[in-house]
Every structure is written in structure tokens, then in C-alpha cells.
């Protein structure tokens, strides 16, 4: 397995079935599988499980953003799940942050596994500083992420999401071996879609990534392999210039 694609999930926004065919071909050169809302919410754990039958590394990305007792209870869930990675919101706070990282180190030592690590999302990829303004938040996007990057690190997080445009700033400020997941990867003439602050994946790594979140440009493509493969080329190249 190629330190290359380990850096690479796939964003499974698609029927299960659909989702499970995909990787199944991308799987020589996509080491990670990104169960989010649309799939967790049809079919639950299970959609969990048939990517980890399938060799994948699961990225459960739900987002949890609640009191610091209802996460908790749902990170210790899915720490039983044995998934890599769970994500929360980091503006729910430092006691909601905290009780996530305990809740996932909880649920996973019960059942003899390594707990997940937990992702704290600081500023969607698809809001730009007029929409952070809409709903309150005053400064650019690059402000909220860095204060809210802040506080998920103190919290105990493992790390950040947040855009490749911001990644380099968090690589510099975070502690040595934090995790930084960008999604809105966009490969060279890929369309942007509904990402505000999307970067190719040689940007992504070169900013200083750790993971790259990658959906319609793959799933979407003619031909998923070759996209898979030209994404995983290009991140290796760019490693191997490091």
C-alpha cells in the first residue's frame, strides 16, 4: 500500500451498491472510503462494514455537532465500528470536542480496537466569507479556521478539516503530526461544483495535507480507474518532491 493512496478517500456520495462498485475499481489506488450523511442515514453501520469487507479504511463523516453528552454517546459508537476517521464540528465547543475524543477512545477499547481519529471541521469548503458573514461570523474564512483549528487541537482532536487554501497556515501553526483532511479537491480542469475553496490534489499535498477528500472527480468521471489513478500519480509525484 502506497504512502499515496492513503491520502486518498473517497467521497461515496452515491447509492450503496453504486458506491461499493466504484471502489471496488478504485481500490488499487484509493486507500480510504468516506461513508457520510446520505449513506449512513439509508443504511447504518452496515454501509460501514461493506467497505471495510472490501479492504477500506472507513472515514465515517457525520459531522457531529450536538451537546457534549449526545456526541459522546454517538462517537463511542462509532468507535465500536472500528472506523480510521469520525468527524465533528468544531464550533460546537471545547466540551463537545472533548467529549467526542473520550467517547470514541471508550467505545473502540471496548471491543479491542484502535479508537478513530477525530476530525474537527472548522469552515465548510463550500462557504465563502460572504456566507460565513450571513450567518454571523464576522472576519474571512481564513480567520474562523485558524480559531476554530485552535480549539479542536486543544480539545484533543487528532486534527482539522478544512480547504486546501488553508492548509498551509494550519501546517505551520498545528502541532507536529496533526491530521489536515481537505476536501474540495478538484483535479486540473475538474469542475468546482459547489466548493468555494477548492485546490488540485499537487496543491492540496503541497500546502501540507495529510488527507485528500476526492468525490465527483472520481465517481463522476467516464472512467473512475484512470481518474483514481491519475490523482494518486499526481499525489505521489508531489510527495516525492517534498
Known amino acids: 500500500m502506497s504512502a499515496a493512496k492513503d ?15 466504484v471502489y471496488g475499481q478504485v481500490a488499487p489506488f ?16 452496515a454501509a460501514v462494514v461493506a467497505f471495510q469487507e472490501r479492504g477500506a479504511r472507513v472515514f465515517l463523516d457525520l459531522k457531529l455537532h450536538d451537546i457534549p453528552n449526545t456526541v459522546g454517546l454517538a462517537a463511542e459508537r462509532a468507535g ?54 450571513s450567518v454571523g461570523v464576522a472576519g474571512r474564512a481564513l480567520e474562523q479556521v485558524d480559531r476554530l483549528a485552535g480549539l479542536a487541537l ?54 501540507g495535507a495529510s488527507l485528500l477528500v476526492v468525490g465527483r472527480p472520481i465517481y463522476a468521471s467516464a472512467d473512475p480507474l484512470a481518474a483514481a489513478r491519475s490523482i494518486e500519480a499526481e499525489v505521489a509525484l508531489t510527495l516525492g518532491r517534498a
Open 30 to 45: 484509493v486507500g480510504v472510503a468516506k461513508v457520510g450523511l446520505s449513506l449512513f442515514v439509508e443504511h447504518g453501520p
Open 154 to 207: 486543544s480539545g484533543g482532536a487528532a486534527g482539522v478539516v478544512c480547504s486546501p487554501r488553508e492548509a498551509q497556515l494550519l501546517r505551520v501553526k498545528l502541532r507536529a503530526g496533526a491530521v489536515i483532511c481537505t476536501p474540495g479537491i478538484r483535479p486540473e480542469g475538474s469542475a468546482a461544483d459547489d466548493q468555494a475553496r477548492a485546490e488540485t490534489p499537487a496543491a492540496a499535498i503541497h500546502a
Open 80 to 133: 465500536q465500528l472500528g472506523v480510521a476517521y469520525l468527524t465533528i464540528h468544531a464550533a460546537g465547543g471545547l466540551a463537545m470536542i472533548r467529549a467526542a475524543v473520550e467517547g470514541a477512545a471508550k467505545g473502540a477499547a471496548s471491543v479491542g480496537k484502535a479508537p478513530p481519529q477525530i476530525l474537527a471541521v472548522t469552515v465548510l469548503t463550500s462557504m465563502s466569507d460572504e456566507s460565513l458573514a
Open 7 to 21: 491520502r486518498i478517500a473517497l467521497a461515496a456520495d452515491l447509492p450503496l451498491a453504486q458506491a461499493l462498485s
